[in-house]
């Protein structure tokens, strides 16, 4: 089971890929988790992302296409997996589609996280995790970027007739249930 999970900054993704991932027994893999792990070790790409984290600016197409294309190839990832930030640029998007058609290999769902702006930033703004790109300008950045760069992945999958949108506001649990009625059938108990 592949499942992409989209939406804008503060939407939720984090969250509900968590509970999706003990659910249906598929790990998360969440580039952002990725880079912040990378800066935190000081490895060589957390030296080269952490200014472009920090500002809210996205991380080059390519450093993240082979981020992505390396950790799919490991052991975890093979029975699927729950994307979470990724693709976040339509070029993302389309390198990814070379990467699965190369192991034959397809999405499941393409689940969008629907939350109103104001409700993105006060989440965001409060949610207290202490990172370095949620204060008010970079917040502002992020939502920027999502809308120029990140909104037009949406129409790239609808194209492909996987995407379902969900309403991202309610409870942690509603929003759950309603991303598991959205999965294809087969893979829900
Ligand atoms: P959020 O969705 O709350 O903004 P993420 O944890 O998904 O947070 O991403 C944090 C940051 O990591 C982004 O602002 C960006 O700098 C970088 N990043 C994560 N995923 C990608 C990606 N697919 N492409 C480019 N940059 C990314």
């Known amino acids: 089971m592949r499942i992409i999970l989209f939406g804008p900054p503060g939407a939720g993704k984090g969250t509900q890929a968590k509970l999706l991932e003990d ?5 998360q893999l969440s580039t952002g988790d990725m880079f912040r792990s990378a800066i935190k070790n000081k490895t060589p790409l957390g030296v080269k992302v952490n200014s472009i984290l920090a500002s809210g600016q996205l991380v080059s197409d390519e450093t993240v296409v082979n981020l992505v294309g390396e950790s799919i190839n490991q052991a975890i990832y093979q029975k699927g997996y729950i994307l979470d930030g990724f693709p976040r640029t339509v070029p ?11 192991k034959d290999q397809k999405i499941d769902a393409f689940i969008i996280l629907e939350v109103p702006d104001e409700e993105l930033i006060s989440r965001i703004s409060s949610r207290g995790e202490g990172r370095e790109d949620d204060t008010p300008d970079k917040i502002k950045v992020r939502l ?3 809308k120029d760069e990140t909104a037009p992945v949406k129409d790239y999958y609808e194209d492909k007739g996987i995407c379902h949108a969900v309403d991202g506001v309610g409870t942690v649990e509603d929003i759950f249930a309603r991303i598991m009625e959205k999965l294809p059938p087969v893979h829900k108990y």
């Open 92 to 102: 993302q998007a389309e390198a990814f589609d070379q990467l699965l058609m190369e």
């Open 144 to 146: 920027d970027v999502y």
């Open 23 to 27: 659910r249906l027994d598929v790990p």
